[in-house]
């Protein structure tokens, strides 16, 4: 299974940091690759940079793949509804692209085009922080699948 994660901003040293962590413990259960594009911070207008920023992540996207966004507008899965989807994408055999946008968000289109949308819930979190929980939820779901001891949930 391939998993790509576009993602507006370069994170934090400390965020960059549990990233690849969770990154490296990934690439034992998945072909695993982040791809970070700038933030259209100096737009002249918040509908200008995040009509840039998702014109930079499309270009990025995978041909074929099934595009996963997050946004507040999304399915609040529970851990293991993100096993259950990662068990069907495994089925689906089709590479899949999580978008994260920046401060702003993402773009109502780049959302319309996406295959499934995924909430964090409706805490507002800094985008560097849900780029961390996102790589961390990936881990915890392949433990679930593979009946690892590290998911100590109900």
């Known amino acids: 299974m391939e998993v790509e994660v576009l993602a507006v901003g370069k994170l934090r040293s400390y965020y ?9 413990r990934l690439k034992r259960y998945l072909s695993f690759s982040e ?18 920023e998702a014109r930079r992540l499309t270009a990025k996207l995978r041909p074929g793949s099934t595009i ?14 993100l096993a259950g989807e990662i068990e069907r994408w ?9 978008v ?8 109502t289109t780049l959302v319309q ?6 909430s964090l819930g409706p805490l ?17 779901a392949f433990t679930i699948l593979k009946g690892e001891p590290y998911h100590k949930g109900a």
């Not at 791809?35 to 840039?52: D, H, M, N, Y």
């Not at 996963?68 to 509804?81: C, E, I, K």
């Not at 979190?125 to 929980?133: F, I, S």
């Open 35 to 52: 791809q970070e594009i700038k933030e259209a911070s100096r737009s002249p207008t918040t509908a200008v940079q995040l009509s840039e």
């Open 68 to 81: 996963v966004a997050l946004t507040r507008v999304g399915s609040p899965w529970s851990t293991r509804d």
């Open 113 to 118: 085009k996406a295959g499934r949308r995924w």
């Open 100 to 107: 994260i946008g920046g401060s702003r968000g993402l773009d």
């Open 124 to 140: 507002t979190l800094p985008h560097e922080l849900a780029r961390v929980v996102v790589f961390e939820q990936l881990y915890r």
């Open 16 to 24: 960059r940091e549990a990233c690849d962590d969770y990154a490296r």
């Open 90 to 98: 495994l089925v689906g055999s089709r590479p899949i692209s999580l």
